[in-house]
């Protein structure tokens, strides 16, 4: 079983940058896919990116292309989301996950470990 930790969430201006941390510990593999999640105040659950372990594929979704950038420490068995150019709408709650498929879904039911969240507000 895999547990997740974010942290690095926090309060920020528009234009400012943010970079969020995600820890995994337990059973991981290299196959394995990590992904980033948001959910904003009444929204439903949005897909932010997802990377293998790997490294080798990476994608991310459409509101944040160009601003965002996933990577991994595979060493501390990290996942990291830079956050730059940020906006009022990036702000949410934002959680981690893995799923052993292999797959980078952008569909969180794929996902079977999440973190607890951490929140990210972004004032105007």
Do not use: H
């Not at 956050?83 to 709408?89: H, I, V």
């Not at 996950?97 to 607890?116: F, I």
């Amino acid at each position: 079983q895999v547990r997740l930790v974010e942290s690095g969430g926090g309060l920020v201006q528009a234009g400012d940058s943010l970079r969020l941390s995600c820890t995994a510990s337990g059973r991981t593999f290299s196959t394995d896919v990590m992904g980033w999640f948001r959910r904003a105040p009444g929204k439903n659950r949005e897909f932010v990116a997802a990377t293998t372990w790997s490294g080798g594929s990476i994608t991310y979704g459409d509101s944040v292309k160009g601003r965002f950038t996933i990577s991994r420490d595979n060493a501390k068995t990290t996942v990291y989301l830079q956050m730059n150019s940020l906006k009022p709408e990036d702000t949410g709650v934002y959680y981690c996950a893995s799923n052993r498929g292999g797959t980078l879904w952008s569909d969180s039911t794929k996902y079977e470990a999440w973190g607890q969240g951490t929140q990210v507000t972004v004032s105007s």
